[in-house]
């Protein structure tokens, strides 16, 4: 059984850059063909999908969030971190990490479990 469980703080002042760490059990985040994502949900909205780092390292961002991430991981500790920088209060949002593979009935990429979340809020 897979389990992830994010990490950080919880309030980010507007222009500072928000890390969470997302710690991953029952797993290797290198395994063949996941992609170790982050995910949010603004209040009142849908979820986003921010990016992710992939089995072989490679990542991918979001084009409307591209320039302010980053997604790293360190095998080590089977953990991959997400920064998000000079945030403004529209980044708040609940964070998920999940980890997706490809769904091949629609040769989408499909989130199969889920961390619990953790609130964010942006504020001063």
């Known amino acids: 059984q897979v389990q992830l469980q994010e990490s950080g703080p919880g309030l980010v002042k507007p222009s500072q850059t928000l890390s969470l760490t997302c710690t991953v059990s029952?797993?290797?985040?290198?395994?063949?063909?996941?992609?170790w994502s982050w995910i949010r949900q603004p209040p009142g909205k849908g979820l986003e999908w921010i990016g992710y780092?992939?089995?072989?390292?490679?990542?991918y961002y979001s084009p409307s969030l591209k320039s302010r991430t980053s997604i790293s991981r360190d095998t080590s500790k089977n953990q991959f971190t997400l920064q998000l920088s000079s945030v403004t209060p529209e980044d708040t949002a609940v964070y998920y990490c999940?980890?997706?593979?490809?769904?091949?009935?629609?040769?989408?990429?499909?989130?199969?479990?889920w961390g619990q979340g953790t609130q964010v809020t942006v504020s001063s």
């Open positions: 029952g797993g290797s985040i290198t395994t063949n063909y996941y992609y």
């Open positions: 780092i992939a089995y072989s390292g490679s990542t």
């Open positions: 999940a980890r997706a593979g490809i769904d091949p009935s629609s040769d989408t990429m499909t989130p199969d479990y």
